[in-house]
C-alpha cells in the first residue's frame, strides 16, 4: 500500500514552501518519523519526516515551491525492508558486539586495511568535504597535503581562512549565471531593503593596523616604480584585497532581479577620483584577473 507525505503546516499564514533539500534518495528504505526532507519557508527550515516505512518515491524536484498540505512523495509500505533495516535493538546488539571483538582481536590487520588505501588526487577528506561545502569553495580549486594529494581538513581551513593563490585567470571572464532564491532568502531580501529606505542607517567604521602595509610599500615602492614604471600606491592593496575577498564570497559581487539572485563570474570594482571637473567614479573591469601593477597602472 502507498501512502502519500503531505506537507504539514509549519506555522501560521504560511501558504507555500520549499523543498531545499532529499535527505533520502528516490527508491531508499526509510523508517518511520526518519527525516526524508528539508523544508523552508520563509521563516525557517523544518524537516519533513516519513509517517511509515517503506520505499521512498520522490514526486517533487528539489527547489520547486509547494503548497501546504501537496504530494510530495508517496512511501510504498508493502515494500521488503532491505536486511538489517528493520532489525530491533535487542537483535542489533549481538551483532555490534561481535564485530567489537572482531576488532579487538585483530586492530594491527584493521588499521593496515585502512592505511593502505589510495584515494584520488584531489579527494577532500570528510571533514575537509564539509568545511569546503560550507564555505561554497570548490575542491579541484584546493591543493591537497595528504596521501596521494588527498584534500584534508588542514587544507580546506586555509583555503576557508583565505589563503588563496596569487595567480589569476590568463583570460577574462564576463560570464554570468543565475540561482533561484528560497521564499527565505527573497523575505530577508525584500526587508532588508524596506529598513534601508524606510529607517535611519548607522555606519560602523573599523580600525586596522596598517603597518605591515607601510613596511611593505616602503621596502619596494622604489624597485616597484623602477621595474614597473608607477608607484606602488595603497589602492592597489585596497583593490586586491576586495578582488580576493569577492572570490571568497561571491553572493556578495551578486545582485537580485525578481526571484532571482544573479551571480557574476567576473569582478569589477569603481574607484573614486578627483578630477577638475569633479568626482568621478571610472570602472576597473575584471579585477579578478589584474596584478598589483596592472591595477596601479589603470588607478
Not at 520549499?18 to 535527505?23: G, Y
Not at 520563509?42 to 516505512?53: F, P, Q, R
Not at 587544507?155 to 585567470?169: H, I, L, R, V
Not at 569603481?270 to 598589483?292: D, Q
Request: hydrophobic share 40%; with cysteine.
Amino acid at each position: 500500500m502507498a501512502v502519500e507525505l503531505k506537507i504539514p503546516s509549519v506555522g501560521e499564514s504560511i501558504t507555500q514552501v520549499t523543498i531545499a533539500s532529499w535527505l533520502k534518495a528516490d527508491g531508499d528504505y526509510v523508517e518511520m518519523d526518519e527525516a526524508v526532507a528539508e523544508l523552508e519557508s520563509d521563516k525557517a527550515t523544518v524537516e519533513l519526516n516519513a509517517e511509515k516505512s517503506g520505499v521512498l518515491k520522490i514526486l517533487v524536484e528539489e527547489g520547486e515551491d509547494v503548497e501546504i498540505g501537496a504530494v510530495v512523495a508517496t512511501i510504498e509500505t508493502d515494500a521488503a525492508a532491505p536486511e538489517g533495516a528493520s532489525a530491533s535493538p535487542k537483535e542489533e546488539g549481538p551483532k555490534n558486539e561481535s564485530k567489537v571483538e572482531a576488532k579487538v582481536e585483530d586492530p594491527k590487520e584493521e588499521k593496515k586495511e585502512v592505511s593502505d588505501t589510495n584515494y584520488a588526487t584531489g579527494t577532500p577528506s570528510p571533514a575537509a568535504a564539509k568545511i569546503l561545502a560550507e564555505k561554497g569553495i570548490n575542491a579541484t580549486q584546493i591543493k591537497g597535503s595528504g596521501k596521494n594529494g588527498r584534500i584534508t581538513k588542514y587544507d580546506a581551513m586555509m583555503a576557508e581562512a583565505g589563503a588563496f593563490s596569487y595567480n589569476t585567470p590568463s583570460e577574462p571572464s564576463r560570464e554570468q549565471h543565475r540561482e533561484k532564491m528560497s521564499n527565505l532568502r527573497k523575505t530577508v531580501a525584500r526587508r532588508l531593503v524596506s529598513a534601508k529606505n524606510e529607517t535611519a542607517m548607522l555606519t560602523t567604521f573599523n580600525e586596522v593596523n596598517m603597518k605591515p602595509i607601510f613596511d611593505i610599500r616602503d621596502k619596494y615602492k622604489d624597485k616597484f616604480r623602477e621595474v614597473h614604471g608607477v608607484g606602488l600606491g595603497f589602492m592597489s592593496f585596497f583593490t586586491r584585497a576586495c578582488a580576493l575577498s569577492l572570490e571568497k564570497y561571491p553572493k556578495v559581487n551578486a545582485y537580485i532581479d525578481g526571484d532571482e539572485m544573479v551571480m557574476n563570474d567576473f569582478i569589477d570594482i569603481s574607484i573614486a577620483v578627483s578630477s577638475p571637473k569633479g568626482l568621478m567614479v571610472p570602472v576597473m573591469r575584471n579585477v579578478e584577473n589584474m596584478t598589483m601593477w596592472d591595477i596601479e597602472n589603470e588607478v
